[in-house]
C-alpha cells in the first residue's frame, strides 16, 4: 500500500471516529442534522456511484433506480410491520438482485449506449411503482410510520443510521479500490479489450463492480424513506439522485477513495449557502455549478490540490 | 380495423419523432455527443410556436421558419464556444455537462413561462378526414408531413449541399477531413445548429397538437434517443424509420398493455434492439 494509501486509511479511521461522536454533538440541533443527514445519504450514493463510474469506467445513470428501489422495498416491508433493521437488510438485498442481471445485461453496452441503458432503468421501475397501486400506493405514495412519531428521536436516528452507512459505503470503496478486484476495474477502465487479453474476465468484475453498487445505494433510499415518512414515485425515482452524486464525485475527485467525501461535502454546502437565496433556480444553479466545473476543474478539487495545479 | 387506426394513429406520432431524433441523431452521429438538452430545446421552439400564434395569430406550422434559425444560431454558438471546450473529454463528461444544460435551459423555461401546460387552438378545422372507416385528424396528418418532410429536408442538405458533405466526411473521418482542408470546428458548429433546429422544428409541429410545458422535455428526450437507436446511428433517413417505428410500437402498446407503460414499452423494444442488433435498422455497423 503507498503512503498515500495509508494517509487515506488514516483519514478514514478518523473520520469514522468523528462522526461516531456527531451525533452526541450535533443533539439539539436539528438544521445541522438534517444536514449533516443530507450529507451522508449523498455521500452513500456518491461514493457507490464512483464504484462503477470512476473505478470501472463506466458512466451509470442507474443510482436513483436502486435508491428508489430500496425506498420502496422498505417503506411497504415497514408497512407490513416488518423490523426497520430486517426492512434496510431486505432494501439492500433487492438492490443487489436486480443489479445481478440487469448488470449482466447492460453493461455489455458500452460509452452513450450504456449510459441511457441505465438512465432508463429508474423511469421503468416508476413506470411500474406507479403502475402497481395494489401494493405501492401508485402515485399517492407510501407513508412509513417512522420512530414512534418523536420528530427529535428519528432525524437523531436517521442522523445515526445515515452516517454509518456513509462510513461503510467509503470503506467498501477502498476495500474494492485495493483489491484483487479493483486492480481489475482498473484494466478495464484504461482498456477493456486489452484487459479481456490479459485473463481479466471483464464481464464478471463489471457486474460484480455494479452489484457492489447497488446495495449501498438502496439501503440509502430505505433510510431515506424512513427519515422523511412518506415517498412517492416521483420523488424517490427522481432522475436528481442519479446526477447529484455523479456531480459530486466528479467535483471531488473521479476514481479516488475520498473524492467523494470532498464533493459531497462542498456540494452539500453549496446547495445550503447558494439555492436556498433562489429556491426558484436552484435546478438551474445546479445546471450552472455543472457546467462551471466542467470548465474550470475538470479533474476535481482533490487531484487538483495532490498534484498542485487546476488543469490535467 | 381497430386495429389499422392505431397503427395509423401510431405512424401520424411517428413522423413528429422523426423529426425529434433527425436532429439529435445527426449531433450524436458527428460529435460522438449526447445532447441531454435536445428535449428542452424542443420546448423551447414550441414555445416560439405558440407566443407566434398568440400575438401574432402565426400558424404553428409557419412559425418552423422562425424557430429554425432561431434555434440554429443558439445551437452554432453554444457549439462554438462552450461545447467545444469539452468535445474531446470522456463519454461521462460530455453527457453531464450537456446535462448541466439541460438543467439551465429548463429552469429557465419554469421560471419564464411557469410549467403551466398551454394549448395552440382554433387553428386547424376539427372534423377530421375520413379514409373508408379511418378517420385522420388534420392537423397531426399536416403535422407529421411537415415532420417526415423536414427530416428528407436534412437528409438532402447533407448529401447535395457543399456544406452538408462535408459534415458528413467529419463523420465519416474527422482525421482525414481535417486533412482535406475542412475546418473541424466550424463544422462541429453548424452540426450542433442543424440539430438545434430540427429541435425547434419538431417544437413547432408539437405545438401544433400537444399542450407545451418544460415538463415534457424528459419525454422527448427519451423519444430521441430511442427513436434515433432504433433506426441506427449515422443515418437521418434510420431516424426517420425509427420515430415512425416507436410511433407505431407506442400506440400498440397503449393499446395492448396501457398508455401508462409507453415508457417500459419503448424501452424493452430498445433493450431488445441494442442487444440483438445494435447498429439499429438502418444503420451501418462501426457507425460511432
Known amino acids: 500500500m503507498t503512503s498515500r494509501g495509508r494517509l487515506a486509511i488514516a483519514i478514514i479511521v478518523i473520520g469514522g471516529l468523528a462522526c461516531a461522536g456527531l451525533p452526541l454533538i450535533l443533539a439539539g440541533e436539528p438544521y445541522l442534522m438534517r444536514l449533516v443527514t443530507m450529507f451522508s445519504l449523498l455521500l452513500v450514493l456518491a461514493a457507490s456511484w464512483n464504484i462503477v463510474g470512476g473505478f470501472t469506467g463506466y458512466p451509470s445513470f442507474a443510482t436513483g433506480a436502486f435508491f428508489g428501489l430500496g425506498a420502496y422495498v422498505a417503506a411497504i416491508l415497514q408497512a407490513k410491520g416488518v423490523d426497520w433493521r430486517l426492512a434496510l437488510v431486505a432494501a439492500g438485498l433487492a438492490g443487489g438482485v436486480l443489479a445481478g442481471p440487469v448488470g449482466y445485461g447492460v ?11 441505465s438512465l432508463m432503468l429508474g423511469t421503468i421501475l416508476k413506470e411500474l411503482t406507479t403502475g402497481w397501486s395494489d401494493l405501492t400506493g401508485g402515485g399517492m405514495g407510501l407513508t412509513i410510520a417512522g420512530a414512534g412519531g418523536d420528530p427529535e428521536v428519528l432525524a437523531s436516528f436517521a442522523l445515526r443510521v445515515s452516517l454509518a452507512l456513509a462510513v461503510l459505503t467509503v470503506l467498501l470503496g477502498a476495500a474494492i479500490k485495493w483489491s484483487r478486484l479493483g486492480f481489475g476495474l ?3 477502465r484504461m482498456n477493456e479489450t486489452a484487459a479481456a487479453g490479459i485473463g481479466v474476465d471483464a464481464q464478471k468484475l463489471k457486474t460484480y463492480a455494479f452489484i457492489l453498487s447497488s446495495i449501498p445505494s438502496a439501503v440509502a433510499g ?3 424513506a424512513g427519515w422523511i415518512g412518506y415517498i412517492d414515485p416521483t420523488d424517490v425515482y427522481d432522475v436528481m439522485w442519479s446526477v447529484k452524486p455523479i456531480v459530486a464525485v466528479l467535483l471531488g475527485g473521479l476514481g479516488t477513495i475520498l473524492g467523494p467525501v470532498i464533493g459531497a461535502a462542498i456540494f452539500v454546502a453549496l446547495e445550503e449557502i447558494v439555492w436556498r437565496n433562489v429556491l426558484s433556480f436552484s435546478a438551474g444553479g445546479l445546471g450552472v455549478l455543472i457546467v462551471l466545473l466542467l470548465l474550470v476543474l475538470p479533474a476535481g478539487v482533490l487531484p487538483s490540490l495532490v498534484s498542485g495545479k487546476t488543469r490535467s | 380495423m381497430q386495429l389499422a387506426q392505431v397503427i395509423l394513429n401510431g405512424l401520424l406520432l411517428g413522423g413528429l419523432y422523426a423529426a425529434m431524433a433527425a436532429g439529435f441523431s445527426l449531433v450524436w452521429g458527428v460529435l460522438n455527443i449526447i445532447n441531454i438538452a435536445q428535449g428542452s430545446a424542443v420546448v423551447l421552439g414550441s414555445y416560439v410556436a405558440y407566443f407566434a400564434w398568440r400575438y401574432a395569430g402565426l400558424n404553428p406550422l409557419l412559425a418552423v421558419a422562425l424557430a429554425g434559425p432561431l434555434l440554429f444560431g443558439a445551437g452554432w454558438v453554444l457549439q462554438r464556444f462552450l461545447i467545444q471546450r469539452v468535445i474531446a473529454a470522456p463519454v461521462l463528461i460530455t453527457l453531464v455537462f ?3 444544460m439541460d438543467l439551465i435551459l429548463n429552469n429557465s423555461m419554469i421560471s419564464l413561462f411557469t410549467a403551466d401546460y398551454r394549448k395552440i387552438e382554433g387553428v386547424f378545422p376539427t372534423v377530421p378526414l375520413s379514409l373508408g372507416s379511418l378517420t385522420l385528424p388534420v392537423d397531426r396528418l399536416l403535422a407529421a408531413a411537415a415532420g417526415i418532410g423536414a427530416a428528407f429536408a436534412l437528409h438532402v442538405y447533407l ?13 465519416m473521418d474527422r482525421q482525414t477531413a481535417e486533412l482535406m482542408g475542412v475546418r473541424v470546428e466550424i463544422i462541429y458548429a453548424t452540426t450542433f445548429g442543424l440539430g438545434l433546429a430540427m429541435a425547434g422544428v419538431a417544437g413547432c409541429l408539437l405545438a401544433a397538437i400537444f399542450p407545451t410545458s418544460p415538463l415534457n422535455s424528459a419525454y422527448y428526450l427519451h423519444i430521441a434517443f430511442v427513436a434515433c437507436v432504433l433506426g441506427g446511428l449515422g443515418s437521418v433517413l434510420g431516424a426517420v424509420a425509427g420515430g415512425l417505428l416507436l410511433g407505431v410500437v407506442e400506440s400498440l402498446g397503449a393499446l395492448f398493455v396501457g398508455a401508462e407503460y409507453g415508457t417500459t414499452v419503448a424501452a424493452v423494444v430498445l433493450l431488445l434492439m441494442l442487444f440483438t442488433r445494435p447498429q439499429g435498422l438502418l444503420g451501418r455497423a462501426g457507425y460511432e
Open chain 2, 98 to 100: 450537456t446535462f448541466g
Open chain 1, 186 to 188: 482498473d484494466c478495464i
Open chain 1, 107 to 117: 453493461l455489455r453496452l458500452r460509452g452513450h449506449y450504456f449510459a441511457v441503458a
Open chain 1, 222 to 224: 430505505a433510510v431515506y
Open chain 2, 159 to 171: 448529401h447535395k449541399s457543399r456544406l452538408g458533405r462535408a459534415i458528413v466526411a467529419v463523420r
